[in-house]
């Protein structure tokens, strides 16, 4: 069964100073993977995903993730953050749907960013 | 575009009573997921509809059932109601065929008294 992992609870940052939330995950074949951010009260809005190809993808709000095999991670990283990046981060993996079925998102149990001022 | 739209926003229920919680999908998407996300937890896949049939389930009892209409919208219906099933609904729709990305509605908050 897929997995996804997220060390940490809680980040603390400072605001301008760069930013890395860690997601490894377990999965039998190639998996795909999105970065969902939340904020209270609100749902889910994806920052990113990966399919295939360049394993460095870029998302919206200036966010990044990079997906390495060899390690089964897909970490987020923010150059400089911002007030308003404050939420809740999730890390997911999803199936192909082409085989038949659908197992969902398996999701990470989150990551909560706090910004420092 | 029209975004993932759900009704309602919120909604208290005592146990053992029975819910149904909508959703409509965003334009041009076919296929509808929902989620339950417990208080401080990521969400748990439900199940998914697609041509108005369940296409996957999730670890969830046959007390949690759907529907989806032609239109593609969908609803969640829970029986008989656990104090365990408060929780954030969340509905989110896609494109079916392959590992299209989910775009979430805002969610429906679940209290079981």
């Known amino acids: 069964a897929q997995s996804v992992t997220q060390p940490d609870i809680h980040i603390t940052v400072s605001e301008g100073a760069s930013l890395e939330l860690r997601c490894n995950y377990s999965y039998g074949a190639t998996p795909y993977l999105f970065w969902y951010v939340q904020s209270p009260g609100q749902g889910l809005q994806l920052l990113l995903k990966?399919?295939?190809?360049?394993?460095l993808v870029q998302g919206i709000k200036g966010f990044e993730a990079e997906f390495k095999r060899s390690q089964s991670s897909f970490n987020l990283r923010k150059p400089s953050v911002h007030w308003s990046d404050a939420a809740e981060y999730f890390c997911?993996?999803?199936?192909?749907?082409?085989?038949?079925?659908?197992?969902?998102?398996?999701f990470g149990k989150g990551t909560h960013l706090i910004i420092q001022p | 575009e029209t975004g993932v739209t759900q009704s309602p926003t919120h909604l208290i229920k005592t146990r053992g009573q029975q819910v149904t919680l909508r959703c409509s999908s965003q334009?041009?998407?076919?296929?509808v997921s929902w989620y339950q996300q417990a208080l401080g937890q990521g969400p748990q896949f439900i199940f998914q509809?697609?041509?108005?049939?369940?296409?996957g389930r999730g670890n969830f009892p046959p007390r949690f059932s759907g529907l989806q209409f032609p239109n593609y919208s969908s609803e969640l219906n829970v029986n008989a109601l656990e104090l365990d099933d408060s929780a954030l609904y969340l509905c989110?729709?896609?494109?079916?065929?392959?590992?299209?990305?989910?775009?979430f509605g805002p969610g429906t908050r679940l209290t079981v008294t």
């Open positions: 997911a993996v999803g199936d192909d749907y082409s085989g038949g079925g659908a197992d969902g998102l398996t």
């Open positions: 334009s041009g998407h076919n296929t």
């Open positions: 989110a729709s896609s494109l079916a065929g392959g590992a299209y990305e989910q775009y």
């Open positions: 509809y697609y041509r108005e049939e369940e296409n």
């Open positions: 990966y399919f295939s190809g360049d394993t």
